[in-house]
């Protein structure tokens, strides 16, 4: 510990490998609350949310979120970045952990929700030229989908005829409608529904 200009200052932290000293937890608290009053925000508002509405939502000066941001794009992406962090975590929870008869169609169902939700930071990236694959965002999923469909046509929940580029097909396209139809909480039920219907064994026949 030691002291500027009569104000104690706690040390530094340890550098990392390449020299650069990790955030405080202060600097990351604030990042998370930036990240999150910014997607509520985009969801909310879509391109319209400025980046001085995120600094107020978040409770911190706008400087504050141009220091972690420097452009609007910066946030956008990194909001992105971070549903892509948080759906890869959960769809490995169920496939560890999840019941073999519905984590697939829970996933399913989370994807459908996510995609409709971030309708507002799609439509701000490709305002500003940044084009979300979807496809490509989906097919990272590839190995989770897979390890989900054989679960699930081991519990007799899914028909052992369906192959996993079906499901990542079925996937996308749903996300996809969801995302630029701006489904809204009914439709994404019946529609997955429907494609639930598909995927389950016929009524009164074995799955195997």
Known sequence: M??????????????????????RADARRNRARILAAAEELFEERGAAASTEEVARRAGVAAGTVFRHFPTKDALLGAIM??????????????????????????FFTRMAEQAAAKRGVVESLAAA??????????????????????????????????????????????CQGALHGGWDADLRARTLELVFAGLRPAAGRPAR
């Open 81 to 106: 970045k971070e549903l892509m962090r948080r759906l890869a975590a959960e769809v490995d929870e169920l496939v560890e952990r999840g019941d073999p008869a519905t984590a697939l169609f829970a």
């Open 2 to 23: 030691s002291t500027k200009g009569g104000t104690l200052m706690a040390p530094a932290g340890p550098a990392g490998p390449d020299g650069a000293r990790p955030p």
């Open 129 to 174: 030229g940044v084009d979300i694959q979807l496809t490509r965002s989906v097919d990272a999923f590839g190995a989770s989908v897979a390890a989900l469909l054989d679960r699930a046509q081991r519990a007799g929940a899914v028909r052992p005829q369906v192959r996993p580029d079906e499901v990542t097909a079925l996937l996308t396209g749903v």
